[in-house]
């Protein structure tokens, strides 16, 4: 308990004060949310937590671990939105009082309090933790691995200002141990990112850094036996077929694009900088020589520049552009910003200018979109004309959405922390800092409360009512045209006892036992009526259109 101090429960409270509210007030969103979700909720379900089904046939694009945590969250919760998010918000109340303990560790009180504030008061990390996607656990993962195979060379290495209670192979067995959860988590990218991270530094050390190929051996043998573990069950019970496929799918997502997931090569970088505003644009200057830090930090501060580098190299090469698949990056990104924001505090000298500029750059640029919304919200008509090439969109700008003047409350709050900080600048920088960073971290939980509902309303709400509406009855759901697991989740699907009912050409024109629902997009509607004849329209809505397929008469 010797790490539990103020400050530690400090974070605690804070992470659970805003990551676990209202996880339950807005659907799932398609698809990532919700293909997830329905994993777990299929897991629940069937009582099989070994093989992995998605509409009931086999899922090998992922190990199991953050299914099998959400399946548990649905055990006790129940199934639903705040069940699938419960995990991440845990995490992120796990998260904070880590990176705290671990700047702590490093450096002193102040540093580890700038880490954990660098982390909380970002866009995309505060957002990470309330999202119900497999990332934050993979990332934890893959930090942790790396964190732990630092501690074992600086071990070795006998690195002065710096007390490690434990043996070398402790720490490397640990770190070998977390890669492997990150494998179990989401596959070998966990251990790819490690490995090139640790070449890139053994490059940068002439391979002089105090690691011997039988601790790089161990290291990755523990790694890979973690996931061993499982897959000796998983093929015990089920064969080599999840192996196989998930190989095949891993090679896949490295190197072709997934439709509707292409970006251009500065995709990421450009996602990374705004994104984890403000702690992005305080990092740059962390990627420089810090005054005042003993051997072991800057030491660790180049092993966060290489990670950084290897994450932003590596999944721009990558053909799908995803914009949490460079969330990895939030870890060194907070590091870099917290070495910053202590020298600012610790340090003070001649204010960088341009560090204030460009953070009132981004900051203006959302506030401008947070007063655009609920602007444009009330105003529908003037911003219709944008979108008449698009007639999904223009469907959707009918939804019945309650935008009203309370929707500001986001801009003003981002306002007035942008105005605090440049009038504090200079006077106190620690309190500055500190109004920046919880002002976004409010800024964002506000937005979370006034605009996420709003825009889910628009761009979905309507067929995941329509599955729900229909979810007790005895009919077959499904979309057409699009890719969706609203109608699995929203339409509460159980396994079905004739297996021509997983195929679509029987659903679309076989002699169906129960009805079949299906929706499609206004831009498909025509398409679904020519291949699917006797198909009776049953209502449209926000640019969904909602068909019925009858039984035939036995």
Known sequence: MKYFDKNTWFWILIGALFFLPFLGGVHLFDWDEINFAELAREMVLRGDWLQMTINYETFTEKPPLFFWIQALSMSIFGIGEYAARFPNAVLGIIVLPFLYISGKFMVDRKFGFLWALSWFGSTLPFLYYKSGIIDPYFNFFIFNGLFFLIHFLWKRREVNFIFLSKSARFYLVVGGIFIGLGILTKGPVAYLIVFLTLLSYAISRSFKFGMRFIDFFIYSLVALGVFLLWFLVEYSFNGPDFIVEFTIRQWELLTTSDAGHKGFPAYHF???????????????????????????????????????????????????????????????????????????IEFPRKKQIWISIVLSIIALVAITVSVALPYAGMHIEE???????????????????????????????????????????????????????????????????????????ISQRAAVEFF?????EDVYLLNYGYKSYVPAFYGEVKPYVDPKAYKREWLYHGEVDRDVLIATKINRAEQLEREIPDAELMYSKNGFYFYRRKAYAR
């Open 468 to 472: 729900q509406e229909h979810a007790e």
């Open 270 to 344: 450009v996602v990374l900088l705004i994104g984890c505003f403000p702690a992005s644009i305080f990092a740059l200057r962390g990627l420089g020589k810090i005054k005042g830090l003993h051997n072991h930090v800057i030491d660790f501060q180049r092993w966060m520049i290489i990670l950084l580098m290897v994450i932003l190299i590596l999944f721009s090469l990558v053909g799908t552009k995803i914009i949490h698949y460079s969330s990895m990056a939030y870890y060194p990104i907070s590091f870099l910003s917290a070495l910053s924001l202590w020298q600012i």
């Open 383 to 457: 911003i219709k004309p944008l979108f008449e090439k698009d007639p999904f969109a223009m469907a959707n700008l009918q939804a019945d959405v309650p935008w009203s003047y309370w929707d500001y409350i986001p801009a003003l709050i981002l306002a007035v922390t942008l105005i605090m900080y440049w009038l504090y600048r200079r006077r106190n920088s620690n309190f500055a800092i500190r109004t920046l960073f919880f002002g976004n971290a409010i800024w964002v939980f506000a937005a979370l409360i006034f605009f996420v509902a709003k825009v889910e309303r």
